[in-house]
C-alpha cells in the first residue's frame, strides 16, 4: 500500500485473530478462494504495527429473498464496532502515549 500511496503512511494494519465457522470457509474453498493467513515471521523489516485483535462477525448476514445475487456475495465480515473500536484507539493513542509510557 505504501508503494501506492508514495511514501511511507501505513502505521498500523489490523488482522483478525479468530477463525470464521468450517461451513463459510467451505463456501470460499469451493470458489477457489481462501482466508488470508498471518504468518508473523514473512516480513520483520516492516514499518508499520500489526494489531492482531477479534474483528470477526458472529452474526449471520441478513439476506433478502430478492436478493439474487446473495450467493454471491461474501459472507465472512467484520463487525464493525469491533473494528471501530479498534480505530477509536488508535486515534486516542498519540494523545495518551505518556500515559501508557507510567504503566507499569
Known sequence: ??????????????????KPPQSLIKKYQKRKEFLVPFIKEARTERNYKIILTPLLNNK???????????????????DPDKLAKVLMFLLELEENKNFI???I
Open 1 to 18: 500500500m505504501n508503494k501506492f500511496l508514495g511514501k511511507e503512511r501505513i502505521n498500523f494494519v489490523t488482522f483478525n485473530s479468530l
Open 60 to 78: 449471520a448476514p441478513k439476506i433478502s429473498r430478492a436478493d439474487a445475487l446473495a450467493k454471491q456475495r461474501s459472507f465472512i465480515r467484520h
Open 101 to 103: 509510557k507510567a504503566i
